[in-house]
């Protein structure tokens, strides 16, 4: 599978971007996605995953919970991130990545985009 993540920008703090991950090379219904992010001098965290098609769940970490969106077009093969009320701690470098289970854990992960830029100002 591969993956091309797209969508990242400089944005002021209560503003919103979406970002999108394509993907290519294989079914990528059959995957989980999630997104992940990694800011200066700090390790990759989580940010949100959800399920392959055929299921439904959707896990957000606490500090976007309720702010950003994952959801998937699976006729597009693709994956998105609505981010809104951004806030300056958001920004980031985010990186869609693909797995065959559902999870928080960026070693469950076989397959990783590029990443794209988020930057919040004050």
């Known amino acids: 599978v591969q993956l091309q993540a797209s969508g990242g920008g400089v944005v002021q703090a209560g503003g919103s971007l979406r970002l999108s991950c394509a993907a290519s090379?294989?079914?990528?219904?059959?995957?989980?996605a999630g997104w992940f992010r990694q800011a200066p001098g700090k390790e990759r965290e989580f940010v949100a995953s959800?399920?392959?098609?055929?299921?439904?769940?959707?896990y957000y970490a606490d500090s976007v919970k309720g702010r950003f969106t994952i959801s998937r077009e699976n006729t597009r093969q693709v994956v998105y991130l609505q981010m809104n009320n951004l806030k300056p701690e958001d920004t980031a470098v985010h990186y869609c990545?693909?797995?065959?289970?559902?999870?928080?854990?960026?070693?469950?992960?076989?397959?990783w985009g590029q990443g794209t830029q988020v930057t919040v100002s004050s």
């Open positions: 990545a693909a797995s065959r289970f559902i999870s928080v854990s960026t070693s469950t992960y076989d397959y």
């Open positions: 090379g294989s079914t990528f219904s059959t995957y989980a």
């Open positions: 959800i399920s392959r098609s055929d299921d439904t769940w959707a």
